[in-house]
């Protein structure tokens, strides 16, 4: 079966950076567009950026400018390069990606998530 691992969560000084990764293992024949999502406590789940598979991108205007999506499709992998980290970037991060199965059936897959804590 599909699944997605992300990697590369931690506790980090504010002003500091993170690069999550996000891997797809399993049946897969294609991945069309994969996204990190973040959730804190007592707020809604929040789209952060998306990649498509043709490499087209989009950030939430919380994170523009500091955030990077990109991908590596020979690796099923999409990372997020995180830098100048406020404390309101602390939040579960999660991965989500468009999978296309060897039998023509598009999945929509979600990983567990990383935490990521910045601090002052």
């Known amino acids: 079966q599909v699944q997605l691992v992300e990697s590369g969560g931690g506790l980090v000084q504010a002003g500091g950076s993170l690069r999550l990764s996000c891997a797809a293992s399993?049946?897969?024949?294609?991945?069309?567009?994969m996204g990190w999502y973040r959730q804190a406590p007592g707020k809604q789940r929040e789209l952060v950026a998306t990649?498509?598979?043709?490499?087209?991108?989009n950030y939430a205007d919380s994170v523009k400018g500091r955030f990077t999506i990109s991908r590596d499709n020979a690796k099923n992998t999409v990372y997020l390069q995180m830098n100048s980290l406020k404390a309101e970037d602390t939040a579960v991060y999660h991965c989500?990606?468009?999978?296309?199965?060897?039998?023509?059936?598009?999945?929509?897959?979600w990983g567990q998530g990383t935490q990521v804590t910045v601090s002052s």
């Open positions: 399993g049946s897969i024949a294609s991945i069309n567009a």
């Open positions: 989500n990606a468009h999978i296309l199965t060897f039998s023509t059936l598009l999945y929509q897959f």
């Open positions: 990649i498509t598979g043709g490499g087209n991108t």
